[in-house]
């Protein structure tokens, strides 16, 4: 795992071999980046983090100059993988959490600038997610969500959509709340 921009540009962390997190590629990371460099600037944005994984997103997003990232990940050996990097980082800007995210986002009270959610591609309620994010009104006014998912999937017709981004067999729907 390589941290592609920011005060943490170029630093790289080994990745166990048992993980079973689907890590977003470096060249999707980068261009998705990219993308979100143009819609918004993350300098003090709050963000979140859905189905973390490796926790990539997550310290990209605060080497970028988040103030705050929540990841939730509920796998153990990934949580701790997240918990042990934010150590080497000596950063108090991520807030680990190992839970379900379907629960997380039923009890969440918090709006956030910035979303990003990476679900596994065979979960069962993938396509359900935005909708959660967008009636539980987790963004806040003008925050974006960027959803990663199989090609097969289509969110043109939720609210706040705003763009869909392919990058090799990685897709991306980006919402907008305007």
């Given at each position: 795992m390589?941290i ?5 540009k170029?630093?790289r962390?080994?990745?166990p ?6 890590p ?25 983090d859905?189905f973390?994984g490796?926790g990539s ?6 080497s970028?100059?988040c ?6 990940e509920k796998d153990?050996?990934?949580?701790e ?9 000596k950063?108090?800007k ?17 709006k ?10 065979s979960?069962k ?6 909708q ?8 806040k006014?003008?925050?974006i ?22 990058y ?6 980006v919402?907008?709340?305007?």
């Amino acid at each position: 795992m390589r941290i592609i921009s920011g005060i943490y540009k170029s630093r790289r962390f080994d990745v166990p071999k048992s993980f079973k997190a689907r890590p977003t590629t470096d060249f999707a990371k980068e261009n998705i980046f990219n993308v979100i460099a143009n819609l918004m600037d993350l300098n003090d944005c709050e963000a979140l983090d859905l189905f973390a994984g490796t926790g990539s997103i997550s310290f990209e997003l605060i080497s970028r100059g988040c103030k705050q990232v929540v990841c939730v990940e509920k796998d153990f050996v990934h949580h701790e993988f997240i918990k042990k990097v934010q150590k080497e980082l000596k950063t108090e800007k991520l807030i680990p959490v190992k839970g379900d995210v379907f629960r997380f986002l039923e009890n969440c009270q918090q709006k956030y600038d910035f979303i990003f959610a990476d679900p596994p591609y065979s979960l069962k309620e993938l396509s359900k997610i935005p909708q959660i994010i967008i009636e539980n009104q987790l963004l806040k006014d003008e925050g974006i969500f960027i959803m990663e998912h199989p090609k097969e999937c289509d969110f043109s017709g939720l609210p706040y959509f705003n763009q869909k981004r392919v990058y090799g067999a990685v897709n991306f729907s980006v919402f907008v709340h305007s």
